[in-house]
């Protein structure tokens, strides 16, 4: 499998720029789905009290005002970029989600209903949850959709097995029965995009091809510059899984290509 160029796209402002014949992106992750409850508000808004409802970023993801948003990626999955939708991150998710599995879990298979295009899930838990949980819902996605399933570590819970932000050990994750469905690890590499830290997260067991090298936009002209060459010098030595940018809108000019470039003319193994 070639390597993974993936745009993280949360800010929409459209994706013209990298939808068209021979574009270098493979991924797109569309962000961020979220779960919780309608608050309280006055009669005449005709909203109920504590009703249950999935967000994309902050409306429902069948909002009016993200009918371009689904017509762009739709473009691009027909252009052969893979469309991978992403719960979860800063915003949290995974609390509501397991506290109210049998009413959110639904939600968001029906989001992929409404959207048959969506090839993959991204599950980026940044909120304290159990292994088990974890194990279950992964379990249930891959019985339920017809999707890639990948995850967003940090760089750390791959190259140690301490608990990262979830709380739980990614290792114990990859060894059990669960991880044989997960894919790749987008792994946030921010402020430590490097060799070393690559090297280190092989070491401790997983290998190159499911291990995706993540920065954070906006780039100084230093820190692109270090992206281009650690790529470039562990796709010598490596069948890297890839490279991903958080997040589209502030990406450098030309990122997606010279991280192909960066990544093509190695020596793989």
């Not at 473009?75 to 959110?104: E, P, Q, T």
């Amino acid at each position: 499998m070639d390597p993974r160029i993936i745009y993280y796209y949360q800010t929409f402002d459209g994706l013209d720029g990298i939808l068209h014949k021979g574009t270098p992106v493979t991924h797109i992750h569309l962000s961020s789905i979220h779960f919780g409850y309608l608050k309280e508000t006055k009669p005449e808004e005709n909203e109920r009290f504590g009703k249950p409802y999935i967000h994309l970023n902050d409306k429902d993801p069948e909002d009016p005002s993200f009918d371009k948003v689904w017509d762009e990626v739709e473009r691009a999955s027909a252009l052969g970029i893979k469309v991978a939708l992403m719960v979860g991150g800063a915003g949290g998710a995974y609390k509501d989600l397991f506290d109210n599995f049998d009413v959110f879990y639904p939600m968001l298979l029906q989001v992929f209903a409404d959207h048959s295009f969506l090839s993959g899930i991204n599950l980026d838990i940044e909120e304290p949850v159990s292994l088990s949980q974890i194990t279950m819902l992964i379990d249930r996605l891959s019985t339920d959709l017809d999707a890639e399933i990948s995850m967003a570590p940090l760089s750390g819970s791959l190259a140690t097995d301490g608990g990262g932000m979830g709380g739980f050990s990614y290792k114990d994750l990859w060894t059990s029965p669960a991880g044989a469905y997960i894919s790749y690890f987008n792994g946030q590499f921010y402020g430590s995009f490097s060799v070393e830290t690559f090297e280190a997260c092989v070491a401790n067991g997983y290998p190159p091809h499911a291990i995706v090298m993540g920065c954070l936009a906006p780039l100084s002209e230093k820190d692109e510059k270090n992206v281009y060459e650690t790529l470039e010098s562990l796709a010598k030595k490596y069948k890297i899984g890839g490279a991903f940018l958080w997040e589209y809108f502030e990406a450098p000019k030309d990122w997606a290509p010279k991280v192909k470039k960066a990544l093509t003319p190695s020596t793989l193994h």
